[in-house]
Structures are given as C-alpha cells and as structure tokens.
C-alpha cells in the first residue's frame, strides 16, 4: 500500500524564505480571524507558518491535485489544530469556494462569522501563473477581505518596467520559455489592478533574494 505521506513535495526556496515572511506577516496580519493561502504549492509554507500565526486560522489551497494531496500529507506529518486541509481554488475562479453557501466538506467546522476571512496571502504565484489569475485574485480579494483586511504577496517583481537583479531578468526569460503567459510582473501594474479593486498599497518590504513582500489593504 502507497504510504500518504510519500506525496510531500519539498521546493527548498521554501526553507530560505518562510522565517523572513513570517517576520512579515506577524507585523501586518491582523490579529486573528482566518487566513486564506491561495497557491500552497507543496504546502511546507502552510505547516511553518500556521502554528505561528495562532490564533489565527490557515486555510490552504491550490488547484492542482498533486498540490492538494503534498498539502494532505504534510498536514498530517505536522498536525496543526489551527490548519484547515487544502481546498481546491484557482485564482481565476468566477466565485472561489470559500464565498459558496455550500462550503467544501474540510471548511465546515469554521465559524466564518467568528473567524471571518481577514487576508489572503499569495506567495510565488502571479509570475508562474497567466495575468488571469493576477486579476482573479485581485476582484476576489476585493469581495472576499472586510475593510483593513490584508493581500500578502510575495515574489519576484519588476520595479519602474525594469528587473531589479540580473538574476530575475534570467529567471523572467526562462518563465516565458516554458509558458508565453508567464513572467516577472511589474509592481506598478500589479498596484494599478489592485487599485481598481479599492486595494490600496500600504508597504513593500525588500526580501532575501531580490523578491518582495507586497502588502495591499481593502
Ligand atoms: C511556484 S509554485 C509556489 C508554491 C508556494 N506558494 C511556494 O512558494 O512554494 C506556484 C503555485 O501556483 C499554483 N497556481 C498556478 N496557477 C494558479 C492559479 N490560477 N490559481 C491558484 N494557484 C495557481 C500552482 O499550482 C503552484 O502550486
């Protein structure tokens, strides 16, 4: 019998980069409700972040299965009482499952009224995904956060239509080798879409590794 645990998928960036946006997130998440993670990945985020963060709740979540069940395995490696299993949400989703009357089976014992959704945090997607989902996750964050409710994004970006290390301009090359819609945003138009949706930028902190923490307010 395959052992559950053998679907955990490791990305090593993870190790280098969850102590400084944990640093982040404890200045600018509020302090409790429900965090929504849109984009997990393998979900090694997730089970660092999640028993830091209490009391606040985790929500993680990505549309792809293989994601889902990484997420599955290492919630179970780590078990976190404040870590809710993975839900299946693509950015670019008209309605994500967290706004449905009828919730996914693993959110039904959160009392969203009690621990209401106040971020979303998104780390590592908008470049390795179309601009879609940039925009999806914008119109979503707009619905879903209450007024002083946080968008945490982190990644790679642009600043002024220029890279701001030789290393993000090779890394923006090789993402639209491998897919034309994908690339290093610029924070400028990532800002103006946010903007559009009544999400106003409140700091930018500089990352390990030319990235940045990117914190928009509803
Ligand atoms: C580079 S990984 C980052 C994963 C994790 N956040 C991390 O930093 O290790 C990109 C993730 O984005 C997810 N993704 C791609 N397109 C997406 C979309 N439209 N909506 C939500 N997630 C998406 C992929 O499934 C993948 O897990």
């Known amino acids: 019998m395959n052992d559950p645990l053998e679907a955990r998928q490791h990305a090593p960036a993870t190790q280098r980069n969850q102590g400084p946006i944990l640093q982040v997130l404890l200045q600018v998440l509020p302090p409790r409700g429900t965090i929504l993670e849109v984009s997990s990945g393998t979900g090694e985020h997730a089970i660092f972040l999640a028993p830091r963060l209490r009391p606040r709740k985790w929500i993680p979540s990505d549309p792809d299965p293989d994601a889902r069940a990484s997420i599955a395995a290492w919630r179970k490696h780590c078990p976190t009482d404040n870590l809710y299993p993975p839900i299946a949400l693509d950015a670019r989703d008209p309605v994500w499952a967290v706004e449905q009357d009828e919730l996914p089976e693993a959110l ?47 990644g790679p970006f642009k600043q002024g ?14 993402l639209q080798a491998q897919n034309p819609e994908w690339g290093v945003r610029d924070l400028d138009e990532v800002v103006a879409v946010a903007q559009a949706q009544s999400l106003s930028l409140v700091k930018t902190y500089v990352m390990p590794a030319n990235n940045l923490s990117v914190i928009f307010q509803a």
Not at 108 to 136: E, R, T, Y
Not at 138 to 144: E, G, Y
Not at 161 to 174: L, V, W
């Open 108 to 154: 039904q014992d959160i009392d969203f009224k009690h621990d209401p959704i106040v971020a979303i945090v998104n780390i590592n997607m908008i470049h390795i995904a179309p601009w879609s989902a940039c925009l999806g996750l914008m119109s979503r964050a707009r619905q879903i956060l209450p007024p002083g409710g946080i968008l945490y994004l982190y």
């Open 161 to 174: 239509g220029k890279h701001t290390a030789p290393s993000n301009a090779a890394f923006d090359e090789r």
